[in-house]
C-alpha cells in the first residue's frame, strides 16, 4: 500500500517500477479510470500509427501520405528542425 501526499504526489513501490519497466525520472503517460490512476510508458505515436494501420489492414496513397507526414513531423522535431 501507499498513500497520496501532497500536491498529489505518490510514492510507487521500487518493485512495482521494476515490474512496469518504468525508471526515476521518466516521463510517464497519467489516465483515470473509474477507481483508480493509470501509468503507462509513453507511447510513440508514429510506431503507434504503423501498429493501428497494419491492424486496420489500411493502405493505399492516402494512408501512405499520411504517413510520410507523420515520419516527416517525427523526424523534424528529434532534430528540432523548423
Do not use: C, W
Not at 501509468?39 to 508514429?46: G, K, N, S, Y
Not at 501520405?65 to 513531423?73: F, P, V, W, Y
Request: glycine share 6%; charged share 30%; no cysteine.
Amino acid at each position: 500500500m501507499t498513500y497520496i501526499y501532497e500536491k498529489g504526489i505518490v510514492a510507487i513501490p521500487k518493485h512495482v517500477l521494476e515490474l512496469a519497466g518504468l525508471k526515476v525520472g521518466m516521463q510517464v503517460q497519467t489516465f483515470a479510470e473509474p477507481g483508480r490512476v493509470v501509468i503507462e510508458q509513453p507511447v510513440d505515436a508514429l510506431e503507434e500509427f504503423k501498429r493501428l494501420r497494419k491492424k486496420a489492414n489500411l493502405s493505399g496513397k492516402a494512408a501512405e501520405n499520411r504517413l510520410a507526414k507523420i515520419e516527416k513531423q517525427m523526424k523534424q522535431k528529434m532534430l528540432h528542425v523548423p
